[in-house]
């Protein structure tokens, strides 16, 4: 009987130099800056110690612990807490290394099979930008119907949760080449469209391609997100506003397309963000946005959602707004929490091989890839979301690791 190996990409890590190792190295599991000796020479350090700094800089991972924020940066040892969570002091050999892009895209909750394509920089990119899968999951579960049709679509982690909810995602629209490449790779019944939205003959592209791929049926949610810096006081409808460029490119197609939801995601510190309006305090931008969508028909609600609360084992907090237009009886909501106990560190990438800094290969071959957790499990294809989700009810009396495997 042949034995069939298992196939995991993307497990890299990013070079060092010998500082970053040296740092890296006094570091203990759950530790950060403050474990890294002075005689040690580093002016970043230097300049922490004597103004203050988050305690996720120079953090190391504990196996025990959600991820903190998998963000573009987990390149560098300064920028968060990135290093892998084997530190020497316990029964398993040293790691001092940061985490590998398949340990990362774990931390995110992206499938092993799914394979990101491009430069290692891009690959930063397209990870550390991506809404987690599982995340993205919770929220479709609370949109009605099945189309879909995705602005800044990333690599796809908005897109791939959707689709595990049972939507079809007939559109996509991104300007970055690498991050299309990835998404074309694993939407391949997505017509994927590479361009800028704020060029109307883009907006326009898209428009008619979602409408073709309805056959005169109804667009049932819009998703993506804008990013923050394409909102002013003005309105989207001023053009002469560079400001507004994004916003205008988002609001012509979700008022061209009239889709019976939209789903749009951000950072939560849009919030609290405000235009920029010569000798005034400017309005926030949320209210401006809010107000927008209620013009165009739409009843919106909004929330601060974390990650850790929906079997993503990373503390990510990310703003979601999702609006349903007013014919449509179905009132918008959001998704309630439902792990109570997060996953671990553990839970997601216990189970992968070892290496060193500015080690291992795009494409790896293991003979086998026991599976440690449930989440290994899903992640590895062996379980549906079906079966794991259903599982997270159990997860609230004990963490994922120590329950039995399917």
């Known amino acids: 009987m042949s034995i069939i190996p298992y196939t995991l990409f993307n497990h890299q890590t990013s070079s060092l130099s010998e500082l970053d190792l040296a740092m890296i ?43 903190y924020t998998i963000n573009t940066y987990f390149n560098r040892p300064g920028n968060g807490t990135f290093m892998h969570p084997d530190d020497g002091r316990d029964n398993r050999p040293a790691q001092h290394r940061l985490i590998s892009f398949r340990e990362a895209a774990r931390l995110q909750t992206f499938p092993d099979n799914y394979r990101f394509w491009g430069p290692k920089t891009s690959l930063l990119n397209q990870i550390g930008n991506a809404v987690p899968p599982l995340l993205a999951y919770a929220v479709a579960r609370n949109v009605e119907g099945e189309s879909a049709a995705e602005l800044f679509a990333g690599a796809g982690g908005l897109s791939l949760g959707f689709e595990l909810a049972g939507f079809s ?11 299309i490449t990835t998404y074309a790779a694993h939407h ?14 883009v907006q326009e ?39 507004n460029k994004l916003w205008q490119g988002y609001m012509h197609i979700l008022e061209a397309l009239r889709p019976k939801w ?17 000798g005034e305090k400017g309005r926030l931008v ?29 503390r990510r907090r990310r703003l979601f707004l999702v609006g349903v237009r007013h014919d449509i009886p179905t009132p918008p909501r959001l998704p309630a929490p439902v792990v109570e ?3 671990t ?6 189970n992968l091989p070892p290496l060193g800094a500015n080690d291992g290969q795009e494409v790896t071959l293991l003979e086998d890839l026991p599976a440690q957790s449930l989440l290994q499990q899903w992640l590895q294809g062996e379980l549906s979301i079906e079966q794991f989700y259903g599982s997270l009810e159990q997860l609230n009396a004990a963490p994922a690791h120590q329950l039995p495997l399917f």
């Open 341 to 343: 106990h997060p996953l």
């Open 286 to 314: 949320i209210d401006i946005m809010v107000e927008e969508f209620t013009r165009l028909g739409y009843r919106v609600v909004m929330d601060v959602l974390n990650a850790i609360d929906y079997g993503v084992p990373q």
């Open 25 to 67: 190295r006094h570091v203990p599991a759950g530790g950060n800056w403050k474990d890294i000796p002075e005689h040690i020479p580093s002016k970043r350090l230097e300049q922490i110690r004597r103004t203050g700094g988050r305690t996720t800089y120079y953090g190391r991972l504990r196996w025990d612990k959600p991820a």
């Open 188 to 201: 391949p019944n997505t017509h994927v469209i590479r361009g800028d939205i704020l060029d109307g003959s």
């Open 205 to 243: 592209n898209f428009i008619e391609s979602t409408i073709d791929r309805l056959f005169n049926n109804e667009l049932d949610v819009l998703i993506g997100g804008p990013p923050c810096q394409g909102f002013s006081t003005a309105g989207w409808r001023k053009s002469d506003d560079p400001r």
């Open 169 to 179: 995602v007939l559109t996509a629209l991104d300007i970055d080449k690498h991050a």
């Open 262 to 278: 939209f789903v749009l995601e951000n950072v939560p510190g849009m919030k609290s963000m405000r235009t920029k309006t010569a």
């Open 345 to 350: 560190v553990h839970d997601a990438i216990s």
